[in-house]
């Protein structure tokens, strides 16, 4: 079974940063793209940044210039780096892996991590 851990949210003040970390485990043969997505209350859930295992890099407009994504491909952890937050980045944070197991290739989800920009 593959499971994927987020931690490193929390509260922080508008124009702080944030590193968010998120490791996979389990049986495990390959892991290919892995990102970021948020939920913000109310919202729908929405793409904040993708990594592939070759290193390139897609971000949302919104964080483009204040985040990024990084991998440590031997550790199967990928990271988000967050500067400059603003209060419309709070949102619950998950990560999001295409994994291949020992049974099959999937996509994974971790449970979530919050996040909170406010004053």
Do not use: H
């Not at 290193?55 to 491909?73: L, M, P, Q, W």
């Not at 892996?97 to 909170?116: E, H, Q």
């Amino acid at each position: 079974q593959v499971q994927l851990v987020e931690s490193g949210g929390g509260l922080v003040q508008p124009g702080g940063s944030l590193r968010l970390s998120c490791a996979a485990s389990g049986s495990i043969v390959s892991i290919n793209a892995m990102g970021w997505y948020r939920q913000a209350a109310g919202k729908e859930r929405e793409l904040v940044a993708t990594i592939t295992s070759g290193g390139s890099t897609i971000y949302a407009d919104s964080v483009k210039g204040r985040f990024s994504i990084s991998r440590d491909n031997a550790k199967g952890t990928v990271y988000l780096q967050m500067n400059s937050l603003k209060p419309e980045d709070t949102a619950v944070y998950y990560c999001n892996g295409d994994i291949r197991s020992n049974l099959y290739r999937r996509n994974y989800w971790g449970k979530g991590t919050l996040v909170t920009v406010s004053s």
